[in-house]
């Protein structure tokens, strides 16, 4: 049972260590956004990839005011997003990591001018539609331009822990 009331009615400071925990809660997607500065590959984990919208083709993906990728996205107009598969998980903390070199190492192509990293379980190309700021980090609304898959079985990451999605034993092949 909910023991906790809501704080987050105004009535009082929300409790930041219960909000982690609550979001660490949402299983999400793994994924490496990329882009080029000086003709350099650049690339960041993300897990705030969500899809928006069908007609047309847009997804939104949540960047650190600070980061570094997003002052690159934000010269270009123009980002690759690469959908992790379950055998990419030291690729998820290598591009989280501050490390300069984050591409050495890795399998990756330039494909129509941005770091495509070979074994992802899906890629999309995206030109930034909109910039929408939320507190401290910043929607991007990035429309498809160019999207694939492969058969890698995606990466997740739920309490802060990388793993893979398994179906119900007894819905398998429910859903499809
Ligand atoms: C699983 C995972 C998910 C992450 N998701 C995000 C995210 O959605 N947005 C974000 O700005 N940083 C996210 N990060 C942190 C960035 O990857 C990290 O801060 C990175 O060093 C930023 O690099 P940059 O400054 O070159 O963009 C995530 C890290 C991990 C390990």
Redesign the pocket.
Known sequence: MMSTPPTADGSGPLDAHRFKESMARVT?P?AI?TAVHDGAP????????ASLSMSPAMIT????N??????IVRETGAFGVNVLSARQHEA??R????RDD?FAGVAWEFADGLPRLTGSSAWLRCAVSAEIPGGD?TLLLGTVRDCSTSDATPLV?SR?T?GTHAALPELTGAAS
């Open positions: 999400g793994v956004v650049h690339g960041t984990t993300v897990s705030s990839l993906v949540a960047l650190d600070g980061s570094a990728l997003l002052a998820a903390m591009f989280a990591s501050r984050r980090h990451y802060r990388f």
